[in-house]
């Protein structure tokens, strides 16, 4: 059972270990999978569905679908292509994102994933324009819901490496939102040193971390420097394997 | 979890901050996922709500039977508007997605208690009589037909059992199935049920002696059978019937069930909506289990141990999808799970879990009584046994048929005495709307297949608001999990609302192809693959509907020009000034 498998992306042969997914398996091989929600280090949870491919001529989430034997994946296909788009604009219209004066702007993963999607005009879809709280409660972290794309991983990457629960969600349909562990953030146990509070887990400019924005000139900023996904399609071929936690917690994120 | 949170509702009348910080201690875990449970059950509130609480379906069959001049009735007489609360705190008055009472629509749950064919005129008098008796059970003078007249149920619902068939309402003694079952090896049994080629009667159609092979054979010390009574398809209320009138048959199934895959634990999951039914099912289970029907060495059979407790619902019909329905009864938020593992493999608590319909359940004592080939005799070649189907809308018989798969719909239609049809709607929101042309056309598996709703709509009714209604209800049932269906299925609904004001234009009929096309693809779960269906299927069967809403434009450049325009306003509102909206760059293929 413990034998490395065959899975074909594109047309090109890649491994994948037994229960790897796809999207760990595209890794390994240097294959970009475009993603917002599952990011190295936290338990997948296939929600943003931007990772979604076409396994066996079935479109899945690549982030949770296990890899199987012989499987054909189709990922940079136009069919494939535009669904992408349309759920990156999707997140674009749900929430407010004016990006110009938006602290994550350069190195934010939803604006870098437009930019790599070749999204340019946003003609089809209307606006939302939802009315969200913002949170400046405490003292060093501010959380302004109108650019959360509800990608859960602040509740994983508090939940299961802070071992804090600072976050969960609240509501259910378009009114789903990021609640915190109490009244406000100042009320909870977070602290700027979590990992939940890390540069790497808010893929957007919805988790703040106050007087430390804007700190890269234009230019210089993350996805300045290069497009999102190029790390993956640079690296080596015998480079360091993605990194996964205990799947302690179900496979979804829950317990 | 969901029976503490119903315990403090009931009481307070909320679950607040402070009731979920408690919860939270109590019960180890973060006032965060209290507050994330709560805020996922409709029946549930962080405000504080009135003592008798008023949720009125407003269904677009409830609509066409006209709740809305009910609804200002129930306005104007307790003073308040919908959604709000008395200020004694006395009333709250809100509108709920279908209760399961179409065929005496419209309908109202006034706190459990059922109230069905309301009139405008009766409002004064229910509210008179709830704030003289304060108790809603007082609205009940009359009971219905059958068990709803038993003292643990006195509702006044119908059973409006319209047309019996072999399967569910065979005669066949009490008890029948089981006593042969446990005759036989549990590996016999699954092999009985197999041959019978049963299919599963809430929606999907799995079979489902495939379904009871994969858990038995899943490696695991305990297995768990399910009963999923949700009902929460827009027009589905079978599963009401057989509850109220096939219980015993209902619980006889599923021990049946456990007996065949090994398990030792059941759980009957009831939506919120039938609560008024619960005392009657403890009763029949405390019965069954003094009989010996179930607990330990059930019937004799040494070794042979299997019981069930109810579970409540609080308010979503996304707890129909099997795996939510699942994180439901674990507590939690009703998300569905991912899938693998499927429930069969690691279900409930992660153990094989076997879910299926109420239907499907009371299928398998007759069936393992009088033996496959009789089963497989009547329907159809892929879908053997019959159907019990849910007729309601613009016709003069609603109410229950139990009629062989294989039937077409005309001859529904035409039992049910449907007036002037122009478009039903089979399977609910989620199902296929249809006009005239295909009204020969069979439900089964292998044409039109549904859960039980065949809703019915007259030649003055409007495809297009019927539409609207579905897509609001979806919108709200999202669980909000992923993207497309979150989402998109708001625009979804926008995008229709744009041509009913007469503002659409042909490329809109392409724009929502698309955006269907994008929400099936890459949802998660069942709800968002079919939840573009009510407005993609009167698309393909009432073109006409839609395209004389279209305006005709000379030529392409005025109406990109229309878009482009409304757009610019909209943008200097909103002050966007982003790259990545203003300057095009890149070319889209
Ligand atoms: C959004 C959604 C809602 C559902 N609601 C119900 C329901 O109310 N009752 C039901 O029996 N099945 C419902 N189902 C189907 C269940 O997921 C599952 O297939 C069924 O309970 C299995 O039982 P069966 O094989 O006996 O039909 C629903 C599915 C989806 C996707
Ligand atoms: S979060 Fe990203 S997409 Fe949103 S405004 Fe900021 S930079 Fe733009
Ligand atoms: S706050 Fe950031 S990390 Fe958390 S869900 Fe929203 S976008 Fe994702
Ligand atoms: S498709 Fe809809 S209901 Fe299903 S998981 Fe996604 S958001 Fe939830
Ligand atoms: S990355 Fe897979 S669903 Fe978000
Ligand atoms: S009860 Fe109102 S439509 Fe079902």
Redesign the pocket.
Known sequence: MNKTMRITVDGRKIRASPGQTIMDACDDAGVYVPRLCDVEGLVPQGSCRVCTVKADGHTVAACTEPAEPGMKVENDTLEIKNYRRDLVRMLFHEGNHLCPICEASGRCELQAMAYRLRISQATKYPYLQPVRPVDASHPDIALDNNRCILCGRCIRASRDVDGKHVFEYVGRGIHKRIGVNAENLAATNASIDDYAMSLEVCPVGCIIRKREGFFAPIGARQFDREPIGMDVETRQEHHVPKRRPDPAFGNDGTK | MIDILWAVQDKLGCIDGEAMSLIAEKTGTYRVEVEGVVSFYAFFSSVRKGKIVIRL?D????RHAGVFAVAKSFENTLGIKLGETTPDHWFSLEYTP?????DQ???ALVNDVVVTNLTPAKVKGIVRTLKKTRDPRALVTKTGDGNNGHRLIAAMVKNNIRHTGPVLFDKSPAEAGLKQALTLSPGGVLELVVDSRLRGRGGAGFPTGKKWRYAAAAQAALRYVICNADEGE??T?KDRVLLTERAQLLIEGMTIAAYAVGAAEGILYLRAEYRYLKAYLEHILARRRSRGLLGDNIMGKAGFHFDIRIQMGAGAYICGEESSLISSCEGKRGEPKNRPPFPVQSGYLGLPTVVNNVETFCCVPPLIARGPKWFTSIGTPHSSGTKLLSV?GDCTRPGVYELPFGVSVQDVLDKAGAKDPAAVLIGGASGDMIGRPEFQRRICFEDLPTAGAITTFSSHRNVLEIANYYMDFFIDESCGYCTPCRVGNVFMKQGLEKIMQGLGEAGDLDYLRELGKTIIATSRCGLGHTSPNPILSSMKSFPLVYSALLNAHPNEFQAGFNIQSALDEARVIAKRRSLIYDVSYGDEE
């Open positions: 379906c269904d677009i069959v409830d279908c209760i399961g009472m179409c629509a419209p309908a827009p027009g209320f309601s």
